[in-house]
Each structure stands twice: as C-alpha cells, then as structure tokens.
C-alpha cells in the first residue's frame, strides 16, 4: 500500500504521495530501432513529467544537488514542473549550466543526484535526468527568453575547445560582460558531443541550438582553428586577457597486440565521427563514404564501446562486443548496455583480444581471443581479469573498433612553454582554481582529468570561469 503525507490544513500544503511509481520512459520498439539513428528514448509528455516530478520530496537539505557536479537547483526546477511551468524550470536550469538538454540525455544521473535521492532510499528514485530534459525540450519548442548579460568588462577571454567544458565555461564568463572568442580545430562546434555520441543517443541539432545560445550571449566561435598549429597559446596570451583550455582527450588508446595495423582495424575516436560528424550512414547525400562490414568487433565495455557497438548494427552489420571483464565490472551506464542488448549486440564477456588475423593483402579477417576469469580486485577496485591457459580460440569478422579510452592530444602541452604536464599527458592545474602554471592560462575537462564524463568536464568548465572572473577582474 502508498504510503501519503497528510494534507496540512494550517500551511494549505499540497497532499504528496510517497512511493508512486517511477514514471517510464517511452522508447522506439528494439527492433526497429536498431535500423534507424532516429533518438530511442522519447521523452516525456506533460501529463507525464507533472506525474514524475510531483514524486520529488522538496528536501530542505537536497543531497541530490550534491551529487550533481554543477550544483543544479535540482528541487528547484523539478517543483516547477510539478506546477505545470515549463519555461520557468527551463530557465532555473540554464542559471546552472548551459546544457541541459544534453545532460538529461547523456549524463550517469543514477550514480550522481539520483543516486543521493531521498525517495531511492525505499522507492525508486525521481528521475531527474528526464525531468532536465523534458524542460530544456519545452523551451525549445516553444520558445524561452534570451539570456541576461553582464555590462562588458572590456577584457577577452580565448576558449580552445567548444566541448562541454569550454561551452560551460564560455557561457559563465558571456553572462558577466567578458567577451569570448571560441577556437574549435574542427570544422562544428560541440566537441566530444557532435563527434563521439550518436544521433540516436543526441541528436546533433540538439547540441547546435545550445551552441547557438552562446552565440546569443556574444560568444565569438571560429571554426578549423588548431591551437599549436595555427596558433599557439603564447601568441594568443598576446592579445587576451586569459586564456582556457578545454580541448579534451581525443588521442586514441590501442591494445599493443600483433596484426592492429591491419586494414579493417579503427579506433572508436575515428569510426564514430566518420559516422556522427561526417555522416558516413547518409551517404551518398554526405560525402564521407560508409564503412561497409560484414560483421564489427567492439572491443571494450564503456559507453563509447556501447556507442561503437550499436552503430555498427544500425550500418547493417553483424555487431559483437568483446571485452574481457563480466558485465558487473562494465563501466557503460546500465541503460546503455540494456539498449545494446535490446537491439541485438552481442556480449562476448570474460574474453580478451590476443591478437587480430588478415589475409595476404592485410585486410582483417578475424580476431583470435582468449578466455579470462575474475581474479583478486585491481587499483580500480574492480576484479582482475585472468587469462586462462588454452581457452584461446577465433572470432570471424572483418572490421574491429577498438573503444578502450583516450589521452589528450600532446599538440598544446609541446607547443606551451612552461606548461606543466603530467606523466599521462593531462595538464597539472591547481584543483581549486583550474589555474595552470602558466600565469593567466586555466584548463579542465579531460585534457586536465584524462576521459571522463560529459557533466564531469562541465563541472570543473564552471569552476575554472569563477577562477577566470576573479583572476579578471581582481
């Protein structure tokens, strides 16, 4: 049985009842979902989102905005949609970051705000994330005011990188009157979030209209510009005030296992923006030609592997994840491994990469593994895989994607003097400020963090433009 708050005649406060069920999310049918990069889940209706977001307790102490890194006013925006004003949440959300339309998409709310929810304690907990963008898609769709800016301050800001740190970052220092100028080595802006997520997990015209919010804010973005070749930060210290790196991790990690460099073999960095950001699957209307295969190997167990691995299938292909711990010890979201499973990706677990087979002209032709047991937990804190003496054995397929991270590009680091960096090629700052030791120049996101999350590189964007004002304005 519900349990129910009574009704608080002295104060009129609304009855609340506790323990309803989670409102779900409608999706595309598996089957034909899995043929098309049109988005899976499709948001909530009206009726739906005043249902879920009257679920939420109104804390007076909310451990959910803690657990986001932003600091969303998360009981804030939820309590308006809950009193059927849409705009008004979409705007309580834009006061705390410039992409919520995205984080309510891509973002592991389950191990963040939702995962310190009051009402998860006993219930399921209130689904922030689709709450987030069901009102960043209301805006949209009908429209919300411009943004508020800050008298100009007469100082300039550079930004390389026009990912979500750089965005975030951007949009912060625009709305207190400095002027930014946005350097992007691509040829659209959006980093991370139009070349490595798919249509069907983001649609790009998503991320474009909140690009286009920075251009509302004055946000100056120059496109095919790559800082340490074009450019370098020395020179832009020259002319600006400060300078912010954002540029990210976009250095592909390989296995080091013999027959890698066969023809067929792509790192998940490449296979993905041929297909998001060249629109390889909407050829010949695109120029990039498609990657045709048989059947794709995905080697890894992490988003972008489940990202890889459902794009192959909708290319056609027969499409197999191999990755060499259990599904528990998979760092994907729950929902995005569900989705694969869903859509009829295979799970090769516990199996392990020893090395790749090509015929005589070096086209790939299979992938020859060995099977692995869970042994004593490593430094991660997960169980150490085992390779297990002569399970080897072949997996036929003529196209790999290997999906296993990424470093930071080493361009800006060797082309900085006295830019400190890390062993790992990240860029040392000072965890406060984001203050690199180079007087005037900040960084965050993955360059600084190595490859992390969207909303983790959002976090440090936010933290690095309050140390840019102060920095600016003393």
């Known amino acids: 049985m519900l349990k129910e708050e009574t009704k608080n005649a ?18 595309q049918d598996p089957r034909t979902r899995a043929r098309n990069f049109e988005e899976v889940p499709k948001g909530y209706t009206d009726e739906m989102a005043i249902a879920e977001a009257a679920r939420c307790l109104t804390c007076k102490k909310p451990k959910c905005v803690e657990g986001c890194p932003v600091r969303i006013n998360i009981p804030g925006f939820v309590g308006l949609i809950a009193d059927g004003r849409f705009i008004e949440a979409a705007m309580k959300l834009k006061e705390d970051t410039a992409l919520p339309a995205v984080c309510g998409r891509v973002c592991p709310q389950e191990t963040q705000c939702e995962a310190e929810c ?28 411009d943004p508020d800016v800050t008298s100009p301050t007469g100082k300039k800001v550079a930004v390389i990188g026009a990912g979500p740190a750089g965005i975030t970052a951007a949009s912060d220092l625009a709305c207190r009157g400095h ?16 070349y490595g997520i798919p249509q069907f997990r983001l649609p790009k015209e998503i991320v474009q209209y909140e690009v286009n919010g920075l251009k509302k804010l004055g946000v100056e973005i120059r496109t095919d510009y790559v800082i340490g070749k074009t450019e370098t930060v020395d020179q832009l210290l020259e002319e600006y005030d400060a300078v912010f790196i954002a540029t ?27 297909v998001n950001l060249m629109k390889a699957y909407d050829f010949p209307h695109h120029a990039t030609s498609p990657i045709r295969a048989d059947h794709v190997i995905t080697v890894g167990g992490g988003n972008v592997a489940m990202d890889s691995a459902r794009t192959a299938l909708r290319l056609e292909t027969r499409s197999t994840i191999v990755y060499r711990r259990s599904r528990a010890e998979m760092p994907a979201r729950d929902e995005e491994i569900h989705h694969a499973e869903e859509e009829g990706v295979a799970m090769n677990l516990l199996t392990n990469p020893v090395r790749i087979l090509s015929d005589e002209n070096n086209r790939a032709t299979g992938m020859e593994c060995i099977r692995m047991e869970l042994g004593e937990p490593d430094e991660s804190g997960r169980r150490r895989p085992v ?33 400190d960096v890390s062993k790992w090629g990240t860029v040392e700052v000072n965890e406060e400020t984001m203050a690199t030791s180079k007087d005037g120049v900040f960084a965050a996101g993955d360059i600084v963090s190595g490859a992390a999350t969207v909303i983790s590189a959002m976090g440090q964007g936010k933290q690095a433009a309050d140390a840019i004002h102060e920095y600016l304005t003393g």
């Open 10 to 27: 002295k104060n009129g406060k609304k009855k609340k009842k506790v323990g309803e069920p989670r409102q779900p999310m409608p999706e």
């Open 118 to 145: 009051v009402l998860g304690k006993k219930f399921e907990p209130v689904a922030i994330g689709r709450l987030e963008r069901f009102a960043a898609d209301y805006a949209r769709d009908h429209g919300e005011p």
């Open 179 to 194: 002027k930014i100028i946005m350097f992007e080595a691509l040829h659209q802006p959006g980093g991370v979030l139009v």
């Open 248 to 274: 990210g991790a976009g250095l592909p990690m390989f296995l080091g296992i013999p027959g890698e460099n066969a023809i067929g073999v792509f790192s998940a960095n490449e296979f993905l923006t041929r």
């Open 387 to 419: 390779p297990i003496e002569g399970s080897e054995f072949v997996i036929e397929a003529d196209t790999m994607v290997i999906a296993i991270g990424n470093r930071p590009n080493p361009l800006i680091p060797q082309t900085t003097e006295g830019l």
